[in-house]
């Protein structure tokens, strides 16, 4: 069986391009497959600052289109996918324009109808989070491409034993987008069949930002995929 293991640096270079290039070498070093990021209007997206105490945050983080070129060169270099969530239909195109070879919805964007069809209007693959979805079932989305639902629960960090991974169906759910701290959780969504891995990426957990604390180290991150490795083999 195939499997993956995406490395979500999302936010997490805290609008420090260096600092982005150094975290998608590091996940190419330690075993991911994939890095991804965030792409958003920050001001269009997050709360405003009276509702929303990493407001600023939001907008420090925010990629440019030069951005996205520059990260997606460095990801093409050292032979690692790059990837992105998307949050609005405009920054579709600044995607395309570096050729992605599928998309993330994220858990946040699951009722968002006109953005996810004109991600499907790519043909492209998308990589769908059902952080935020309630309705019974997988939801109905209709792609050319094809669509990977990753289970995932919306909380930062989640405790072990809200994640339910023991009741998730891996023949119907390709994966599991993981917010929970450590690595067991990701190692037993593989030996539950899970064939996407999804987890955050940082050099430091206790840096400044909401996502830090829930991320896995590049350490955490070749001990993951170390035990991938072995546990594909010995299936």
């Not at 990837?83 to 009722?111: G, N």
């Not at 072990?160 to 067991?184: I, R």
Request: net charge negative; aromatic share 8%.
């Amino acid at each position: 069986m195939k499997t993956e293991i995406i490395a979500e640096i999302g936010q997490n270079h805290n609008g420090d391009m260096a600092l982005a290039e150094r975290l998608i070498r590091a996940a190419k070093e330690a075993g991911a497959d994939v890095a991804k990021f965030q792409l958003y209007d920050a001001k269009a997206l997050f709360p405003p600052r009276e509702q929303n105490p990493w407001f600023d945050y939001n907008c420090s983080t925010e990629l440019t289109k030069a951005d996205v070129g520059r990260l997606a060169e460095c990801c093409a270099k050292i032979g690692i996918e790059f990837m992105s969530s998307v949050f609005d239909v405009e920054r579709i195109s600044w995607l395309e324009d570096v050729d992605v070879r599928r998309y993330k919805i994220a858990s946040r964007s699951i009722h968002d109808r006109e953005l996810i069809e004109a991600v499907a209007a790519t043909g492209k693959p998308m990589i769908v989070s059902l952080g935020a979805w309630k309705g019974p079932g997988l939801p109905q989305i209709r792609a050319p491409g094809g669509v990977d639902y990753l289970h995932c629960v919306s909380e930062y960090p989640a405790p072990l034993d809200h994640l339910k991974l023991s009741e998730v169906d891996f023949g119907t759910h390709a994966g599991f987008s993981d917010h929970s701290e450590g690595t067991v959780a990701a190692c037993a969504a593989f030996v539950l069949g899970a064939r996407i891995l999804e987890k955050h990426l940082t050099f430091d957990k206790s840096a400044y930002g909401p996502d830090h604390m829930c991320s896995m180290t590049p350490d955490e991150l070749r001990h993951i995929h170390v035990f991938r490795t072995d546990w594909v083999q010995c299936r």
